[in-house]
């Protein structure tokens, strides 16, 4: 079998497409939760704590003043970025979360069988039926 054959049935399998269909909707919910984590629940947590982005606090190694932004800080030298840590672990903690509630949801629908039709009788049972009713008659 040539490669590109070998290379068509991989890529049209089941398991490759729906890889590439989870990947492309990871990414697109990703930037989802990082947009929840920056604009709305990190300003609330920041205004909590005194007001700042929180994303921007830091910790100076090589000098530089508290009073810029952790971007500027940067340019000018090391600086240890708390904030942005702690604001990169929410996101991941929320989106884990996320993820946990939707992977438990999936495992419940995939347990819940349907009812089961009522079984047909076993055969003997059938027939000692059938000699029942013709002996009524």
Request: proline share 4%; charged share 20%; aromatic share 8%.
């Amino acid at each position: 079998m040539g490669m590109v054959s070998e290379f068509k049935e991989f890529a049209v399998k089941g398991n490759a497409m729906d890889l590439a269909v989870g990947v492309i909707i990871g990414a697109a919910f990703g930037k989802i939760v990082d947009s929840i984590v920056g604009d709305l629940i990190m300003p609330i947590i920041g205004k909590l704590i005194g007001g700042l982005d929180f994303s921007n606090y830091y910790i100076p190694l090589a000098g530089q003043s508290t009073g810029m932004a952790l971007a500027e800080a940067k340019k000018l030298g090391a600086v240890f970025a708390y904030g942005n840590f702690i604001t990169i672990l929410v996101n991941f903690v929320i989106l884990a979360f996320i993820i946990f509630l939707m992977v438990k949801q999936i495992n419940r629908l995939k347990n819940e069988e349907p009812a089961a039709a009522p079984e047909a009788p076993a055969e003997e049972v059938q027939l000692l039926r059938e000699i029942r009713d013709s002996l009524k008659r």
